[in-house]
C-alpha cells in the first residue's frame, strides 16, 4: 500500500510538461538572436554595395599609376596648385558653416516644441531648403548675390550705392566666401533641425517642469536639462553635417565657380577636366580621412562629456 500511496503521490503531468516544453526555450533564443541580423541585413547588403565597394575602389586608384602600385597620385596631388588653398577654404567653411547651423537649427527646434502659436506653418517654411538640390540653392542665392541680384537692387533702392557691390567679385574674396557660407548655412539648417526636433520630441516635459518649480530659468533649464539629454542628437547632427561640408561643391560652383576651390572640387576637376581619376580618388581619400578624424573627435569629446555628467 505504501508502494502504492507514493506512486498515487508522484506528479507524471509536471514530468510530462517539464519534458515537452524542454526543448523551446533555446528555439526561441535563436530566433531572438537572429532577427536583428535579418532586419539589418537589407541595409548592410545597401552600404557595401554602394559605399564599401566604391569606396574600396577609390582607395585602389589613389595608390595605383599605370596599373602599378605607386604613390605618385599622392604626390600630384600634393604639389598641386589649388591644394593647400582648397584645404584652407574647406576647413574654414566647415568650421564656420557646422556651428551656425547648429545654433540655428537647436534655436527652431526649441521654438517648434514651446507651443507656439503657428509653430506648424514655421516648421513647413523652414524645411523648405529639403527639397531644394545643392546646385538649385546655388542658383537661388546666385540671383541674390549677383551684382545685378536681389540683394543689389535692394541697396540702390535704399540709396546705399549706386552699383551695389560686387559681392562674387574675384576682387573680393571674403565677400566670396560669406556668400558661400550663407548659402551653404540656408541650405543644410533645415537637415540638422530635423534631427534635433526629433531629439527633443523624445526627451521627457517631466524634467523641465520639475527644474521650473525648483525656480530655473529658461536658459538654466536648456543648458542643464535639455542640452545634456539632447547630446546624443547633436552627435548625430555634428558627424553629419561635418561629413556633408567636407563635400561641399554644387553650392560653391553655382556662386563663385573656381574662385573659391574646395576639396570636392579639385576631385571633380582632376577627374571631369583633367582625366585623371587617380588623382581625384586621392582627394577623395583625403575628404574620407579629413571626416573619420572629426567622427572620431566628435564621438570621443562627447564620450568624454558623458563621463563628467555622470
Known amino acids: 500500500m505504501q508502494g502504492q500511496v507514493g506512486a498515487v503521490r508522484e506528479p507524471p503531468l509536471l514530468r510530462g510538461a517539464t519534458a515537452i516544453e524542454g526543448p523551446a526555450p533555446p528555439a526561441r533564443g535563436r530566433q531572438v538572436v537572429l532577427t536583428p541580423y535579418y532586419l539589418l541585413a537589407p541595409t548592410l547588403i545597401f552600404l557595401a554595395i554602394f559605399f564599401a565597394w566604391p569606396m574600396f575602389q577609390a582607395l585602389i586608384l589613389a595608390v595605383q599609376d599605370n596599373g602599378r602600385f605607386s604613390l605618385e597620385p599622392m604626390r600630384r596631388m600634393t604639389d598641386d596648385v589649388l591644394f593647400w588653398e582648397s584645404i584652407r577654404n574647406t576647413i574654414l567653411l566647415t568650421l564656420v558653416v557646422v556651428p551656425a547651423q547648429v545654433f540655428l537649427a537647436l534655436v527652431m527646434s526649441l521654438l517648434l516644441v514651446s507651443g507656439l502659436r503657428g509653430a506648424g506653418l514655421f516648421l513647413y517654411a523652414w524645411a523648405i531648403p529639403l527639397g531644394i538640390s545643392d546646385l538649385a540653392a546655388g542658383v537661388v542665392w546666385l540671383s541674390i548675390f549677383t551684382d545685378r541680384g536681389y540683394l543689389n537692387s535692394l541697396l540702390v533702392g535704399l540709396g546705399l550705392g549706386q552699383t551695389g557691390f ?3 567679385s574675384y576682387e573680393h574674396p571674403v565677400s566670396m566666401f560669406l556668400a558661400v557660407a550663407v548659402a551653404e548655412t ?19 516635459k517631466d524634467y523641465a517642469e520639475a527644474a521650473e518649480v525648483f525656480g530655473a530659468t529658461t536658459w538654466q533649464r536648456i543648458r542643464y536639462v535639455t542640452l545634456p539629454m539632447l547630446r546624443p542628437s547633436l552627435q548625430v547632427a555634428l558627424i553629419i553635417r561635418t561629413i556633408l561640408a567636407f563635400q561641399a561643391f554644387a553650392v560653391v560652383i553655382a556662386l563663385v565657380g573656381r574662385n573659391v576651390p574646395v576639396l570636392a572640387e579639385e576631385a571633380y576637376r582632376w577627374y571631369g577636366d583633367l582625366r585623371n581619376p587617380n588623382v581625384a580618388a586621392a582627394y577623395a581619400l583625403l575628404i574620407m580621412v579629413f571626416s573619420l578624424v572629426n567622427t572620431a573627435v566628435y564621438l570621443r569629446a562627447l564620450r568624454v562629456r558623458d563621463e563628467q555628467v555622470m
Open 166 to 168: 560686387p559681392f562674387l
Open 186 to 204: 540656408w541650405r543644410a539648417t533645415a537637415l540638422v533641425m530635423v534631427i534635433l526636433l526629433a531629439g527633443l520630441q523624445v526627451i521627457p
